[in-house]
């Protein structure tokens, strides 16, 4: 019987040609689609639960609070010390460990050099994450402090010929180290990533500041391992008043938060979680679902709309004693059938497209034919998706009566069960047209914060780390840069000016109230050239001078923190800047440090020679961009052979801060085109079994002088109806919608009329070009074909 089911199920196929390759390309664009979010969904959900044991390990957060004790903000980063107190203060606490951000540091075997990810921990990091170590002891690889452990990647990059372990590395071109163990590389999806991990004891002996002991230098992050059966909201009490019990006058409590909820319920509102990107998965998630319901309705709206076909094989097969159950049992086999090869064409586009999907989201996702896990997902979405698809017709293709359906009644009176149908393509477009007006709104945004104004000038402006002899040969470099002509322009920097960095409070003013020392404000030690350099609007006063010997105790202000502090006459007011006195020697407009989607703090730029990182430059308009870039790199390696030259333009590092809304921009765009083209693809398929349905009746009525046009508004009205539904349903849905996601921005957009217009006139337009193709090939159809029709 299955073998017969088989035969007539490949008969069908073959017969309706194009029925077919309408199921086949809708079912392989929804399910490849589906496939390709999924795999974006799984690797997002699995942030940080690779590790064994992930579920007992917890990161130390700080709530920071202000003078009346409201939390004002919660970070990840704690002090050096709170470790130590945890260990012995907090039972069941099975490892501990700090974690120092090393950055991009310089490692080196010989000749070969490399600036890499770097990162400092104590020993019982390796207890927490369990790595796989290709050679050397986790037991000891970071005891000694003159220790690194490489990852896989980093020792083949050193050691391309031989085996790492033991081997010495110089680090920063100033230590050497001995490598005590090689780990496999670690997954892109882990929020702890490094190239080479060094002890914290190290890191102690390479600054004075990492080794004092603070509860409020918030530098490091803690990550804490618990034992299974500890209760996280009894440690959480206990650590409640930790801080304020060991240093008085701390405005601050610490807590633990699972790590693996960190990535995706990071997002914090006085202390507490509300969320984060958790809620762009969902909508990944919806999103995959929708596109494949979008292909499973085609086929049912397909499958149905043949049914006049199929009537009199029911009616046959019952007469002769098919029952229901070998019907239902057939028509699910060609759903399957349909299905297996909607998938097999949807796993070669997704192969094939996947590469150049990675590179829109900027991430590496794979699908491996070998993981078994990966199969037991396809195959259970086989059988999902040939449910879906075959169930409602073979339902209800099996319940034709077989003495109705041979003499061709009730199929054609009833004819199919055109509100079912109607209700379908109604919810396909509506979920394209939201798609749509999604993908407008999210670009709207977009353009919106890309206009607002910076505040600086970007134009020629490129950055580099002050890395190895640079940071003491500052004057050396900034002269012969400027001799070489690559530059008009020259300052360095403890952070860049793209992105925030770094903040303090206890800051002193005339006049203020006691409860303004928690007002916390963003900072940047810059020596001279800052404003000129960066091409900062200044409002009031200078930029810090070689000609003002008193300019190595001043200070600028952002025009935020001049109305902050409320200063009538900011110029000379004399203030105290982390207990040293200085003085205010101009005020400058707020520029977009941080998120762009919301408001900085008020900021403080202050003089300081030692406290130094990056160097910002104004490249020559008279020149290249190839022939300045080219000038530096050869002055800089000349001064800092060591050290490879990272030049950056601070506009594609700006451009980086939109990241997360051009992924949901690109993503949006890309599969709502794809969720019209699948509903047009079902939409083609109904209009032409609709036309071959009324062959007859077409031919009649062109023989009585029915013109074209009348024949293509005939068939394509009640499409455009449904249609049209469609937009009035859809239109006040994506507004409330869209609405709602402009509000989690401080400085957004509105949803403007054309906006409505291009979307719901758009896809008006695109169902009606489909509809018309089909009327009009049945309207020029000759009259005398259609009469012998039957």
């Not at 928690?518 to 000609?547: C, E, H, P």
């Not at 009585?704 to 539904?725: P, Y």
Request: charged share 20%; proline share 3%.
């Amino acid at each position: 019987m299955f073998k017969l089911n088989l035969k007539i199920a490949f008969r069908n196929l073959w017969r309706n040609k194009t029925a077919s390759f309408i199921n086949v390309i809708g079912l392989a664009i929804g399910l490849a689609s589906c496939l390709m979010l999924l795999l974006y969904v799984s690797y997002e959900w699995n942030f940080d639960k690779h590790f064994k044991e992930a579920g007992q390990v917890y990161q130390v957060m700080t709530n920071f609070k202000d003078a009346n004790g409201k939390i004002n903000g919660t970070g990840d980063v704690t002090g050096n010390v709170i470790a130590g107190a945890i260990k012995e203060e907090i039972p069941g606490v099975e490892a501990i460990s700090r974690l120092g951000y090393g950055g991009q540091s310089l490692i080196a075997n010989g000749s070969s050099s490399f600036k890499k990810e770097a990162k400092f921990a104590d020993p019982d990091l390796l207890k927490i994450y369990n790595y796989e170590f290709i050679a050397g002891n986790p037991g000891t690889a970071l005891n000694d402090p003159k220790s690194v452990v490489l990852t896989e990647r980093m020792a083949k990059l050193l050691f391309p010929d031989g085996d790492a372990l033991n081997q010495s590395v110089r680090y920063d071109d100033k230590t050497d180290l001995k490598v005590s163990g090689v780990i496999r590389d670690l997954p892109s999806n882990t929020s702890n990533r490094f190239d080479f991990l060094m002890p914290w004891s190290f890191y102690e002996t390479l600054f004075d500041w990492v080794k004092d002991p603070s509860w409020t230098n918030f530098n490091w992050q803690t990550l804490v391992k618990l034992d299974k059966h500890v209760d996280l909201n009894l440690v959480n009490l206990k650590m409640k008043g930790m801080m304020e019990l060991h240093q008085k006058d701390t405005r601050a409590e610490s807590f633990l938060y699972p790590l693996s909820e960190k990535h995706l319920y990071g997002k914090f509102e006085n202390g507490k979680g509300v969320g984060g990107d958790v809620e762009r998965i969902y909508l990944f998630a919806g999103l995959a679902l929708g596109i494949l319901l979008i292909a499973c309705v085609n086929f049912m709206n397909m499958a149905t709309a043949k049914s006049e076909k199929r009537a009199k094989e029911v009616g046959i097969k019952k007469t002769i004693g098919a029952g229901r159950g070998s019907l239902i049992a057939q028509f699910f086999l060609e759903a399957m059938l349909l299905t297996m090869i909607g998938v097999l064409a949807a796993i070669a586009m997704l192969e094939l497209l996947l590469p150049t999907f990675n590179n829109l989201l900027h991430i590496q996702l794979s699908a491996s034919v070998l993981n078994g896990g990966y199969w037991v997902w396809i195959l259970l979405i086989v059988l999902i998706t040939g449910l879906l698809s075959g169930i409602y017709p073979a339902l209800y293709l099996s319940s034709f009566d077989p003495i109705q359906t041979l003499k061709k009644k009730a199929v054609r009176a009833k004819a199919v069960p055109m509100s079912l149908r109607q209700v379908l393509v109604v919810g396909q477009f509506c979920f394209a047209l939201l798609l749509i007006i999604a993908t407008l709104v999210i670009y709207k945004q977009l353009s919106f914060i890309k206009n607002r104004p910076l505040g600086y000038d970007t134009n020629l402006l490129v950055e580099m780390p002050q890395d190895g002899l640079l940071q003491g040969k500052y004057e050396l470099l900034r002269t012969n840069l400027l001799k070489s002509g690559a530059i008009t322009s020259m300052c360095q920097s403890s952070m860049s000016i793209s992105n925030e960095g770094s903040s303090f409070w206890n800051f002193e003013w005339p006049g203020m109230a006691d409860q303004d020392k928690q007002i916390v404000f963003n900072q940047i030690a810059t020596t001279y050239n800052f404003i000129k350099t960066n091409g900062i609007k200044l409002i009031q006063g200078r930029d810090f001078s070689r000609n003002f010997a008193s300019d190595t105790a001043g200070v600028l202000l952002s025009s935020s923190a001049v109305k902050i502090m409320n200063l009538k006459d900011p110029l000379g007011a004399k203030v105290k800047y982390h207990g040293q006195d200085a003085v205010v020697i101009g005020v400058f407009k707020d520029f977009i440090w941080g998120s762009p989607f919301y408001s900085d703090r008020p900021m403080v730029v202050a003089y300081s020679k030692n406290w130094n990182g990056v160097v910002t430059m104004r490249l020559n308009p008279a020149n290249s961009l190839s022939q300045n870039i080219d000038l530096i790199k050869t002055v800089t390696k000349n001064i800092n052979p060591a050290y490879p030259v990272e030049v950056k333009f601070v506009n594609e590092l700006y451009a980086h801060k939109l990241q997360a809304e051009n992924t949901l921009g690109v993503l949006s765009n890309l599969f709502g085109g794809l969720s019209i083209f699948v509903s047009c693809l079902g939409l083609f398929g109904l209009a032409a079994y609709s036309a071959e349905q009324r062959t007859k009746e077409f031919g009649v009525r062109k023989v009585l002088g029915a013109s074209m046009l009348n024949l293509m508004q005939l068939l394509s009205l009640s499409f455009m109806k449904m249609i049209f539904i469609s937009v009035v349903i859809s239109i006040p849905l994506g507004y409330y919608l869209m609405g709602k996601w402009l509000l989690k921005f401080e400085f957004h957009t509105t949803i403007s009329w054309w906006i409505i217009g291009i979307a719901a006139i758009g896809t008006l337009f695109i169902a009606l070009l489909t509809v018309s193709f089909q009327a009009y090939k049945s309207a020029r159809a000759n009259p005398v074909d259609a009469l012998k029709y039957e």
